[in-house]
Structure formats: structure tokens, C-alpha cells
């Protein structure tokens, strides 16, 4: 399980979280890219066993996208 969090510092209110394995901005109106809760944006992230960077963002309502976060690690992965 990855974990996102995030503020909005604008006071619009979050809309969305993304997680992927690419560093790539995901575009803001696109709907598969994005979750309303953090837990469904992680569940969505298919995990492969080994050491993977996994990129973070968080969407606003008024569609500011957040800066890029990363973060590397090593985990045991099982598929079920």
C-alpha cells in the first residue's frame, strides 16, 4: 500500500489524488488517471515485486496540480 496525503493551501479543496510509475504528469481531465480518496489512487497502482519509484500527485478544484513527489523503495510484493 502506498500512502498519499495532501493540503490545499488555496482553499479550493482537494478533488483527487494520482499515483503512478512514470514520472509524467497526469492530465487533469483525465478521469482514469485520477481517484477522489488516496486509498482507491493506491489500490488502482498495480506493484510489481523489487525496487520501484512510485510519483504522487494531488488535483485541487481548481485544477492546480501539485508539485511532483517521489519516493524509491523495496518491497515484497505478492499477486494474488
Known sequence: VVTVAGTDTSGSGIKAYS???TSTQPDKDD??????????????????TGT?????????????ISVLVANTSSKSVTKS
Not at 31 to 48: C, E, G, K, R
Open 52 to 64: 520501484q519509484t512510485v510519483y504522487g500527485w494531488v488535483i485541487d478544484n481548481a485544477n492546480n
Open 31 to 48: 478521469s482514469l488517471a485520477w481517484y477522489a480518496n488516496a486509498t482507491d489512487a493506491s489500490n488502482a497502482l498495480s506493484l510489481a
Open 19 to 21: 499515483i503512478t510509475l
